[in-house]
C-alpha cells in the first residue's frame, strides 16, 4: 500500500510540519499539500487527490470549515471533524469531560455580560474567564474581584464578536508553577511534559519552560480517559495538579509539538504519520 | 405534560403567540431569558419537559440548547439542528448530499482564495457570511473588481464569521421567493416574499403574499427540513429558471408574516409539537 497519498492541510511550514513531511518521505508515503488560503470548496469533490488528509491549519475555523469538506467528499481526515469541534471548544469539551466522569475545574457558561457577571459571582473570586475558542492562552483573564469582572466584561462586549459573546467562567486552580501537556496518539500517551512558568498561564507560547514527565500512571491515564471522551485521534491533553488531585482542563485538537518534541526527544511527527497510515488503511 | 421551557431573548409578538397557544392548551410555560441564566455542568434545579429555543441569537440559542440536552431534557429545535441550519456551508452539504436541488456554491477560507471561487462560480454571484439573519452583510457582486473591494471591506472586520466566504451563483429569479414552514412532518403554511430588491427578507422591507403549495413545493421543504434533521423550519426556496431550489433552511424563524398572511396558527402548531418531542 505504497501508493497511499497524504493530504497535508497547512497553514504555514513550521518545525512540526517540516518534521511531518520528512517522516512522510521516510515512511514513502507521497503528500498532497494543501494549503489552507489556496483551496476553495465547491459542494462536488473537485481538484485534490489524497486518500486521508491531515489537518495541521492554524485556524481553528479554516479546520473546521476544510475538515467538514473533506469528509462530505469521502476522505477521511485526522482529527475528525466531530473531534476538533469539540476540543476546539472548550464549553463542549467540559460537558464531555464531566460527562465521562474525568476530574476537570468547576465551570459556568453565561450568554450574555450580565449574566457573565453572575457566573463569575457563582464561581467565586479569583476565577479564570475563557473566551470558548482560542489558543495560546490569548484573551484569558484571571479576574480577582468584582470590579475587575465588571471591567473585562465591559471589554469583551467591545470586542462585538459571538466567541466574546460567550462567557465560559472556571473556578481558578491552586497550582504550583507548572502545569502538564500529555500528547495523545490514537491509544498511547506518545509524551508528556512539565510546562513551568510563573504566570499562571503556563503556555509554551507565552514562554513557559518545559521539563519531561513521566506519560505513565494516573496522568497517562487520565490523559487517554480525556482524549476518547473528545472522540480520540491526535490531541494534546492539559492537566493541572490541583489540591485534590489531577484535573484535566482542555484538550487540544490541532497541537504544536515543537516544545514537546524538544524537551522528550520523542518522534512525535513519527508517530502523527504512523497513525494516519493506520487511519487510511482502515 | 407539565411545562415548555421557553428561551427567550425578548417577547415579540411570536413569542407572546407562543405563550397564548400554550396558555389555551393548560400547559406550563416557564420563561428562560438567555440573558439571565447561567449554566453550570451539573443541571441545576430547570424541570422542564422540554426546551422551545426562541433566542434571537444563533449562538446563544447553540450554546443553551447544548445544555439543556446536557442536562436531559429535550429541544425544539436541537442543538443539531440549529449547528447545522445557523450556517449556510453546512445546510449546503446538506441539501446536496439529500439529493435536494440548490444553487452552485464554493466556500473559500481566505480573501484570497475567494476571489478565486467568485471568478470560479462566475457573476453575477452572491456572497455571504455563513452565520447570519435578515440579509445582513450580504452581496450581489457584479464582477472582479467589485469582489476586491468587497473582500477588503470584510477583511477590515476581522471577525471568524467573515473570514469564511460563502459563494454563491446568481439566481435568476422572479420579483419573489418562497418560504414554507416546516413543522415536523407537516408544511403548515407557505408564502411568496415578494420584492424589487434581490434580498427578499421581510425585515427589508419585502412583503408577503399567500399562495397555495404546489405537490413539488410541498416535497421539496419536507425533504430540505428533513435533511437538516427537522422540526419547526422556515424552508426558502427559489424558482429558477430549471424549477425549485431550496437555498436556506432556518432554525428560529419568525413567523408573524406567514400566520397573518395564510391565517395559520403556526404558534399553536408549534406548541403542539413541542408536546409531542416532550413525549416522546
Request: proline share 6%.
Amino acid at each position: 500500500m505504497n501508493s497511499l497519498t497524504l493530504g497535508l492541510f497547512y497553514t504555514v511550514i513550521r518545525p512540526e510540519e517540516k518534521w511531518i513531511l520528512q517522516a512522510a518521505e521516510a515512511r514513502g508515503l507521497a503528500v498532497e499539500r494543501l494549503h489552507d488560503g489556496e483551496m476553495t470548496f465547491p459542494l462536488v469533490k473537485n481538484g485534490f487527490k489524497a486518500d486521508i488528509v491531515l489537518n495541521r491549519s492554524v485556524s481553528h475555523s479554516r479546520s473546521l470549515y476544510a475538515l467538514r469538506f473533506f469528509e462530505h467528499y469521502g476522505v477521511p481526515t485526522v482529527n475528525a471533524y466531530d473531534t476538533v469541534a469539540l476540543a476546539g471548544d472548550k464549553v463542549l469539551t467540559s460537558m464531555a469531560l464531566q460527562a465521562a466522569g474525568i476530574p476537570t475545574p468547576r465551570v459556568v457558561v453565561a450568554l450574555t455580560p450580565e449574566a457573565a457577571l453572575k457566573a463569575l459571582e457563582e464561581i467565586g473570586y479569583p476565577a479564570v474567564l475563557k473566551p470558548p475558542v482560542g489558543s495560546w492562552g490569548r484573551l484569558l483573564a484571571k479576574v480577582d474581584d468584582r470590579e475587575e469582572a465588571e471591567q473585562i466584561i465591559e471589554h469583551k462586549d467591545a470586542l462585538a464578536s459571538p466567541q466574546h459573546s460567550i462567557f465560559y467562567v472556571q473556578e481558578y486552580v491552586q497550582k504550583p508553577e507548572r502545569d502538564l501537556r500529555a500528547f495523545v496518539v490514537g491509544d498511547e500517551v506518545v509524551a508528556a511534559m512539565y510546562r513551568h512558568s510563573e504566570d499562571w498561564r503556563t503556555n509554551a507560547a507565552r514562554g513557559a519552560t518545559t521539563e519531561p514527565a513521566s506519560p505513565n500512571g494516573r496522568m497517562g491515564e487520565l490523559a487517554l480517559k480525556a482524549a476518547k471522551a473528545v472522540g480520540g485521534g491526535v490531541l494534546a491533553v492539559d492537566l493541572m495538579e490541583s489540591p485534590d488531585g489531577l484535573v484535566v482542563h482542555e484538550v487540544n485538537p490541532t497541537p504544536e509539538f515543537r516544545a514537546l518534541t524538544g524537551a522528550t526527544g520523542v518522534d512525535v511527527a513519527g508517530k502523527i504519520l504512523d497513525y494516519v497510515a493506520e487511519a487510511a488503511r482502515r | 405534560m407539565s411545562s415548555i421551557g421557553l428561551f427567550y431573548t425578548i417577547l415579540r409578538p411570536e413569542e407572546k403567540a407562543i405563550a397564548q397557544a400554550a396558555e389555551s392548551r393548560h400547559i406550563q410555560l416557564q420563561r428562560l431569558r438567555d440573558s439571565e441564566l447561567t449554566f453550570s455542568l451539573e443541571p441545576d434545579g430547570l424541570d422542564a419537559d422540554v426546551v422551545l429555543n426562541r433566542s434571537v441569537s444563533h449562538s446563544r440559542g447553540l450554546y443553551a440548547t447544548r445544555f439543556f440536552e446536557h442536562y436531559g431534557i429535550p429541544t425544539v429545535n436541537t442543538a443539531g439542528v440549529i449547528e447545522k441550519c445557523g450556517d449556510k456551508v453546512v445546510t449546503s452539504l446538506l441539501l446536496k448530499k439529500a439529493g435536494i436541488p440548490t444553487p452552485r456554491t464554493m466556500v473559500a477560507l481566505t480573501p484570497e482564495s475567494a476571489l478565486k471561487a467568485l471568478d470560479q462560480v462566475g457573476y453575477p454571484a452572491v456572497l455571504k457570511p455563513p452565520v447570519g439573519s435578515w440579509g445582513r452583510l450580504q452581496a450581489k457582486v457584479y464582477d472582479h473588481d467589485e469582489a476586491q473591494q468587497i473582500l477588503e471591506h470584510k477583511s477590515a472586520l476581522h471577525s471568524a464569521n467573515h473570514a469564511v466566504f460563502y459563494v454563491q451563483e446568481y439566481v435568476p429569479k422572479p420579483d419573489r421567493d418562497i418560504r414554507a414552514m416546516v413543522v415536523g412532518d407537516a408544511l403548515v403554511a407557505s408564502i411568496y416574499r415578494v420584492s424589487p430588491e434581490w434580498r427578499t427578507n421581510t425585515a427589508r422591507g419585502g412583503h408577503a403574499e399567500a399562495m397555495s403549495p404546489t405537490p413539488e413545493l410541498t416535497e421539496l421543504s419536507l425533504r430540505a427540513a428533513k435533511a437538516v434533521g427537522g422540526g419547526v423550519l422556515a424552508v426558502d426556496l427559489m424558482e429558477s429558471p430549471s424549477g425549485l431550489v431550496v437555498h436556506e433552511v432556518n432554525h428560529t424563524p419568525e413567523f408573524k408574516n406567514v400566520a397573518r398572511t395564510t391565517n395559520t396558527d403556526i404558534a399553536g402548531r408549534i406548541v403542539d409539537y413541542a408536546t409531542e418531542v416532550a413525549r416522546r
